[in-house]
Nanobody
Framework: QVQLVESGGGLVQAGGSLRLSCAAS???????MSWYRQAPGKQRTLVAA???????TYGDFVKGRFTISRDNAKNTVYLRMSALRPEDTADYYC???????????WGQGTQVTVYS
């Protein structure tokens, strides 16, 4: 399994933007790559996913504000977040798996805090 390292989190004012990165230790070309988030006291939820062919899926709460992308040559996945809201505050985790039936690899998370 690949090791995943997230970066790019931080403190941002509501309405602002952030770009999260997830760097893998090996090839991601055959993996479904996803971003999840977990707020304090809440369950981890899917933010966005991208298949190896580039098909994307987003959580309903994204509403066109976030974009997931992948660069297989760099073994990196990105999550561009804009129009951020305080309710987007959470730890954001990267996941890579061969199929949806597998747990795959998880990163250690990066914290995003949005203040109003």
């Amino acid at each position: 399994q690949v090791q995943l390292v997230e970066s790019g989190g931080g403190l941002v004012q509501a309405g602002g933007s952030l770009r999260l990165s997830c760097a893998a230790s090996g090839s991601i070309s055959s993996l479904i790559m996803s971003w999840y988030r977990q707020a304090p006291g809440k369950q981890r939820t899917l933010v966005a996913a991208i298949t190896k062919s580039g098909t994307t899926t987003y959580g309903d709460f994204v509403k066109g504000r976030f974009t997931i992308s992948r660069d297989n040559a760099k073994n990196t996945v990105y999550l561009r977040m804009s129009a951020l809201r305080p309710e987007d505050t959470a730890d954001y985790y990267c996941n890579g798996r061969l199929s949806v039936a597998m747990d795959g690899s998880w990163g250690q998370g990066t914290q995003v805090t949005v203040y109003s």
